[in-house]
């Protein structure tokens, strides 16, 4: 099966890059600042998906955490400086870049939608090494609603050019799956990710990007 695209959106977290030992490292650091155990790698995988509030909430309901609404915002700050420090442990899957650079030698228009913070999301790609590649970037505040509602993947292609049956999505969840869906586009999903998928919501389903380099 050979697909032609003039477009891919690429989700962040779990599909581009493994964060998980970021996610890991910095959450616990956030719960053993507040008097709480740390949470095991697995959980924290399966919070990840739905933006930074959505995630830091998750993991203070898993540890008991019961915050006035002072605490909370200085257990966020501290959730986003640990972060930030230990950025360094993200990871590009293979095939990532070369992937990347085959779209580009082809003209593809690439993109970039995350329901992280814009600016956080463009600080992680360019420690990656692949923040020139990507035309155009949606974040967590780039629009009204944020996926698994449509209108980030709208807006990439909106700022390309691309029509919505000539372009594919490509994430590691049902909240990719489904704006994904919305927003009438093929979507391609990366099993090695964070998240799952029910349902036969995905055009195409790979482990490796060099298989999804080989259709599209």
Same mark, same amino acid.
């Given at each position: 099966?050979?697909?032609?695209?003039?477009?891919?959106?690429?989700d962040?977290?779990?599909?581009?890059?493994?964060?998980?030992?970021?996610?890991?490292? #910095?959450?616990?650091?956030?719960?053993?600042?507040?008097?709480?155990?740390? &949470?095991? #790698?697995?959980e924290?995988?399966?919070?990840?998906?739905?933006?930074?509030?959505?995630?830091?909430a998750?993991?203070?309901?898993?540890?008991?955490?019961?915050?006035?609404?002072?605490? /909370?915002?200085?257990?966020?700050?501290a959730?986003?400086?640990?972060?930030?420090?230990?950025?360094?442990?993200?990871?590009?899957?293979?095939?990532?870049?070369?992937? /990347?650079?085959?779209?580009?030698?082809?003209?593809?228009?690439?993109?970039?939608? =995350?329901?992280?913070?814009?600016?956080?999301?463009?600080?992680?790609?360019?420690?990656?090494?692949?923040?020139?590649?990507?035309? =155009? &970037?949606?974040?967590?505040? =780039?629009?009204?609603s944020?996926?698994?509602?449509?209108?980030?993947?709208?807006?990439?292609?909106?700022?390309?050019?691309?029509?919505?049956?000539?372009?594919? *999505?490509?994430?590691?969840?049902?909240?990719?799956?489904i704006?994904?869906?919305?927003?009438?586009?093929?979507?391609?999903?990366?099993?090695?990710?964070?998240?799952?998928?029910?349902?036969?919501?995905?055009?195409?389903? *790979?482990?490796?990007?060099d298989?999804?380099?080989? /259709?599209?």
């Open positions: 099966m050979q697909l032609s695209y003039e477009a891919v959106i690429f962040l977290d779990g599909t581009l890059v493994d964060s998980l030992p970021s996610f890991h490292q #910095a959450a616990n650091a956030m719960l053993e600042g507040i008097g709480h155990k740390a &949470v095991h #790698a697995d924290i995988k399966s919070f990840v998906g739905n933006g930074q509030e959505v995630f830091i998750r993991c203070l309901v898993r540890a008991g955490a019961n915050l006035t609404a002072e605490q /909370l915002v200085s257990t966020t700050s959730f986003e400086k640990a972060y930030d420090a230990s950025q360094k442990l993200a990871k590009l899957y293979p095939g990532v870049e070369a992937l /990347l650079q085959t779209l580009r030698d082809n003209d593809t228009r690439i993109g970039l939608c =995350t329901n992280r913070p814009f600016d956080r999301a463009f600080s992680i790609v360019k420690a990656v090494g692949i923040s020139q590649f990507f035309d =155009t &970037v949606a974040g967590f505040e =780039t629009t009204p944020p996926k698994p509602e449509p209108s980030p993947i709208l807006y990439c292609l909106g700022a390309v050019g691309v029509r919505e049956s000539s372009a594919l *999505f490509v994430g590691d969840s049902d909240v990719d799956a704006a994904s869906q919305r927003a009438g586009v093929d979507f391609a999903y990366h099993r090695k990710g964070f998240g799952e998928l029910t349902g036969k919501r995905a055009k195409v389903q *790979f482990d490796h990007f298989e999804l380099a080989a /259709l599209v």
